[in-house]
């Protein structure tokens, strides 16, 4: 089943993510310095080498969508639900991050739940789609070999011109004539 689309639109899905965190990574750790940061490679990061951080991320992002792409290949439905997966998780340290930003900003942490559950909504959604479009391609699927069985059969059965055959028994009112 092909089903690249649904992975490009995750990925995409997922890229945005990526780019909330890191902007609500680099105001935070901006005005509260870099040991807000619980990852400890980020927090290393953005202390010792933070013009380096972009490459980091880039690298980050770049080897996330090449493992997806491969495991696309192979089997579909994994990247599918490897994708969703990641990015409910990666929507949660998002709307973590922009708590901690709207915190530290003195604003309410309400635009940061409706930023969680929007995008729990829209993987759920993702998920159902991807269902319906799984499930009429494998119906397509087995309409399909079935019209073609259906095919080779009628072929095989009118390949042979049939010629009739006379049966005669005992009883002559039963005279049927039966192809052959």
Not at 29 to 37: I, R, V, Y
Not at 74 to 103: C, H, K, M, P, R
């Amino acid at each position: 089943m092909f089903i690249l689309p649904f992975v490009i639109i995750l990925s995409a899905f997922f890229l945005l993510l990526w780019g909330a965190d890191l902007f609500f990574t680099l105001k935070s750790t901006e005005k509260k310095g870099h040991g807000l940061e619980a990852n400890p490679l980020m927090r290393m990061l953005l202390k010792e080498r933070r013009e380096h951080l972009y490459i980091f991320k880039a690298l980050e992002i770049l080897c996330f969508l090449a493992l997806i792409w491969l495991i696309s290949f192979q089997n579909a439905d994994y990247a599918v639900i490897i994708l969703l997966v990641a990015t409910g998780i990666y929507a949660f340290v998002v709307s973590n991050g922009a708590a901690i930003y709207l915190e530290i900003t003195r604003k309410p942490a309400i635009p940061s739940l409706l930023l969680f559950l929007i995008s729990i909504a829209a993987l759920f959604f993702a998920y159902l789609a991807y269902e319906a479009y799984a499930n009429g391609a494998s119906l397509f699927n087995s309409c399909s070999k079935c019209c073609n069985d259906y095919a080779a059969l009628k072929a095989s059965c009118s390949s042979a011109p049939a010629q009739p055959i006379q049966n005669k028994g005992a009883n002559p009112d039963l005279n049927i004539t039966v192809p052959g």
